[in-house]
């Protein structure tokens, strides 16, 4: 069993920036990527951003490309999603996740371990 629980979010200013963490336990052996998702209301959830755990490629949708930065700290079995300039559009409720197979990082249906959710609400 892998537990991912998430911290950062929150509500900030139109243009301001956020960063939000995900730290992964138990049995992580085996990650092949991790990923960022958000879901606002009355929405699907959506892809944001992935990071190939063994290479440290990046992915990212084209809504947050040069606007956001997902790294990884493989010691602390942490992902972390840097987000700048921040529109009111990003508004959502941000979910990370971890895969262990090979597959569409960008397709929730690739991972297996979702974390609990942290709200993100930006302001015009």
């Known amino acids: 069993q892998v537990q991912l629980v998430q911290s950062g979010g929150g509500l900030v200013q139109t243009g301001g920036s956020l960063r939000l963490s995900c730290a992964a336990s138990?049995?992580?052996?085996?990650?092949?990527?991790m990923g960022w998702f958000r879901q606002a209301p009355g929405k699907e959830r959506e892809f944001v951003a992935a990071?190939?755990?063994?290479?440290?490629?990046?992915y990212y949708s084209d809504s947050v490309t040069g606007r956001f930065t997902i790294t990884r700290d493989s010691v602390k079995t942490t992902v972390y999603l840097q987000m700048n300039s921040l529109k009111p559009e990003d508004t959502a409720v941000y979910y990370c996740?971890?895969?262990?197979?090979?597959?569409?990082?960008?397709?929730?249906?690739?991972?297996?371990?979702w974390g609990q959710g942290t709200q993100v609400t930006v302001s015009s």
């Open positions: 138990g049995r992580t052996f085996g990650t092949y990527a």
């Open positions: 990071i190939r755990w063994g290479t440290g490629n990046t």
């Open positions: 996740a971890r895969s262990q197979v090979t597959g569409p990082t960008s397709l929730p249906s690739s991972y297996g371990s």
